[in-house]
């Protein structure tokens, strides 16, 4: 069976997308942003502040397929500058120390609105 939940963002109707999707005992988050739930940008130019209101929504998204951070074993990090990887990796830490997912942190070039410094993605399994 594939479960697929929304959070109610702009772009997951636009791009034709689910926040989250489960099938079976897997669980896919798709990549998350620091946006709150009125819809704005949280964290202003602070890499570190934005990683952790990712991270809130992706235990957020997690949540609504049953899943905790604690049971995801990859997560994907975009960040627009890469020198700024301390901030990202801390505030990434911080949410998993207790049980660090395998992991990658990729630069690119942009992501969807050019405010955003990091997006984060994961895949959890639940048993």
């Keep these: 069976m ?7 963002g702009r ?3 636009a791009a034709g997308y689910s926040r989250v999707v489960r ?3 897997l669980v896919f988050v798709a990549g998350c942003t620091a946006v709150g739930p ?3 940008l949280i964290g202003g130019a602070s890499a570190y502040a934005q990683a952790i209101q990712a991270c809130r929504n992706l235990e957020a998204a997690l949540g609504q397929a049953g899943a ?3 049971e995801v074993v990859q997560t994907r990090m975009y960040v627009t500058d890469i020198a700024r990887w301390d901030e990202v990796g801390r505030a990434h830490a911080e949410v998993f120390g ?3 997912p ?3 942190m990729v630069e690119v070039s942009a992501l969807i609105d050019p405010r955003f410094l990091v997006e984060i993605e994961a895949i959890a399994h639940v048993s």
């Design 102 to 104: 395998a992991s990658v």
């Design 98 to 100: 207790a049980a660090p």
């Design 11 to 13: 772009w997951e109707q």
């Design 38 to 40: 009125d819809g704005e």
């Design 23 to 25: 099938a079976g005992s």
């Design 2 to 8: 594939i479960e697929r939940f929304g959070s109610g």
């Design 68 to 70: 905790t951070a604690a």
